[in-house]
């Protein structure tokens, strides 16, 4: 389904928008960005950010979405996270347009606001070194006190200024910091840095500039230059939003809009970790195989996974926007993945854990082929040739020599049906005769039960079979959740959130019997594999001819024991 026929949510915000419309605020328009910080790749909390930012901006005739790079912090920064966002968000189904822009495009602009500030004595040069001035800033407790570079006068201060972009200044020798409030209980409001000196080399802006804006003096003035209407955020900004209002308020002449910052609460979900710091270690102490590990809840990692971005709309959709904590189980997005596939995957089959059959009355070189349905419910998927011949594969614990109770599928002496074709009876087990170990099973197959039950007997159970004799052999990942407990990154867990690892997020099967037509399946086609799951040739590791299976998600959630 395309994003614009999705069905359109109502929130909080979505609501504020409409009080704003109605009042013909910003004249009728709608614009919204996600500004994401090129320094990690996207999560599926992002996710949430996107769909709600672009997703908004679509529900308007007049409403639009930017694309802002964040890019303030160029040590941690790479162009190679500008391309994947890139990458990200259209995968997602939203476009910008040409509305992509970097912070770094208004860096001069911001530097003449910054001597405007000066100007107005509401910023100041101060020379205190990075642990003095957190020394002078105070506690949640306790009141800031004032530098002592605090009341230089405007004509130092811009000279200072003007110093320091020349590069006259050694990196952490001064800092520019707005004159606000030292005593305030809000210590954003205590006199905060908006220029630093740092000789680095950024990657948009190479190596013009030797000092470099805050996020926070970037932030809401990137908004104002871009025409912004209402900037959303999540609620770790909310008490940054008086700096925010503060800055445009005291540059009101010179920027023609003050957009709304309105917050959000972030999405966390059960058994895995967000933050990007975190995820570095993951993946920079190859604890997974890279940003894009289908065990990540990253975008690149759920997209290689096999989740389409459709399940991951409808999981943001579900998961609504509030300001409520937001801590969602795994199994609603699983659930989502699900419903998605449940009529668009083609079925297939294959066996993960083969036991030989052989059936006894067929001849050697048996060889039927059997045009099967791709799916029961959705004919536009068309049909499929698979062979029976005289010997099978079939799923080892789909017999069993001494059945629980209530076992419907293969027993000794016992009968069930293979999925889309006939009734097979067990007439002998064969084992090693060193180990005993069960080798194969000698059947007798029933030919008149092509879609038919057979003849005053029950037959119960269907299980699913691939031919010993024609198939071919693909590696499977089984993945299970990267950690052990749901908040793995809480510190009440104790420890790192490393040692909440799961040893066995990662099973990998060699040389799995699976339908010869799988061999030509696709990179992101998902399929489901009849009775084992939902299963998508992986992006990186397939190649043509030879598909590697992940599973993306059990039929049914089986976390719920
Ligand atoms: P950083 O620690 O680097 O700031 P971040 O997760 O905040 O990490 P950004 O690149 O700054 O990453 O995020 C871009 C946008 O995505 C921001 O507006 C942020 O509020 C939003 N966002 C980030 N994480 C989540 C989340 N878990 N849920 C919802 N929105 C999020
Ligand atoms: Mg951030």
Redesign the pocket.
């Known amino acids: 389904m395309s994003v614009n026929a999705e069905k359109k949510p109502t929130d909080f915000i979505r609501t504020i928008i409409e009080q704003d419309l109605a009042r013909n605020l910003n004249d009728g328009r709608v614009v919204t960005r ?7 790749t ?5 996710a ?3 769909c709600l930012n672009f997703g908004v901006a679509l529900q308007y005739p007049n409403g639009r979405c930017h694309l802002r790079f ?1 890019d303030t912090n160029p040590e941690k920064e790479e162009i190679a996270y500008v391309q994947s966002i890139q990458e990200d968000v259209r995968w997602l189904g939203f476009d910008w347009g040409t509305n992509l822009f970097y912070a770094s495009d208004y860096f001069e602009r911001l530097y003449e606001l910054a001597e405007v500030l000066i100007q107005k004595g509401l910023a100041y040069v101060c020379s205190l070194t990075a642990e003095e001035m957190r020394d002078y800033r105070g506690t949640l407790t306790q009141p800031g006190r004032e530098s002592p570079y605090r009341n230089r006068g405007v004509t130092e201060n811009l000279e200072m200024f003007r110093a320091m972009r020349a590069g006259r200044y050694p990196d952490g020798a001064h800092t520019l910091r707005a004159k606000i409030d030292m005593s305030s209980p809000n210590i954003n409001m205590r006199d905060p840095t908006l220029y630093r000196i740092r000789r680095a080399h950024h990657h948009q802006t190479g190596d013009r500039w030797c000092i470099y804006p805050t996020y926070d003096y970037t932030h809401c003035i990137s908004d104002a230059l871009e025409g912004i209407t209402h900037s ?3 609620l ?2 909310e008490d940054h939003r008086p700096l925010y209002d503060w800055i445009l308020d005291q540059l009101q002449g010179e920027l023609s809009c003050h957009p709304q910052q309105i917050e ?5 979900l059960e058994f895995t970790v ?4 975190m995820l570095t270690t993951l993946v920079t102490g190859h604890h997974v195989s890279g940003w894009d590990d289908p065990r990540l809840p990253t975008i690149s990692g759920l997209r290689r996974r096999g989740y389409t971005p459709a399940s991951i709309r409808n999981f943001c959709r579900l998961i609504g926007i509030t300001k409520a904590p ?1 801590y969602v189980e795994m199994a609603l997005l699983e659930n989502c993945l699900r419903e998605d596939l449940e009529l668009n995957a083609p079925r297939a089959m294959a066996v993960l854990d083969p036991l030989r059959v052989i059936l006894d009355n067929l001849p050697e070189d048996h060889l039927e082929e059997l045009v099967v349905a791709n799916h029961p419910q959705n004919d536009a998927l068309g049909t499929r040739k698979i062979p029976l011949t005289r010997e099978l594969f079939i799923e080892r614990d789909d017999f069993a020599e001494h059945p629980p109770k209530g076992f419907k599928r293969l027993v000794p002496g016992g009968e069930v049906r293979l999925r889309n074709a006939y009734v097979i009876r067990c007439q002998e087990v064969i084992r090693n005769p060193q180990t005993r170990a069960i080798e194969a099973l000698r059947c007798l197959v029933d030919l008149e039960t092509m879609n038919k039950a057979p003849e005053g007997r029950k037959v119960k159970g269907v299980i699913h079979w691939v031919s010993a004799q024609r198939h071919c052999k693909v590696q499977v990942r089984l993945y299970d959740r990267l950690f052990t407990i749901p908040q793995p990154a809480d510190p009440k867990a104790g420890g790192s959130f490393l040692d909440h690892l799961n040893p066995d997020s990662l099973r990998i099967l060699e040389d799995r019997p699976v339908e010869e037509s799988l061999a030509r399946a696709q990179p992101e086609q998902q399929v489901q594999f009849e009775r084992l799951g939902y299963f998508c040739p992986d992006r990186r590791d397939s190649k043509p001819g030879q598909p590697v299976f992940n599973r993306s998600v059990s039929l049914r959630d089986s976390w719920k024991k």
């Not at 996207?42 to 992002?46: C, E, S, Y």
């Not at 959000?264 to 966390?268: A, P, Q, V």
């Open positions: 996600f500004p994401p910080e090129p320094n990690g996207l999560h599926i909390g992002h949430k950010s996107i964040d959303l955020c999540t770790e900004f959000f609460s972030r999405l966390e967000m933050s990007k710091r937001n």
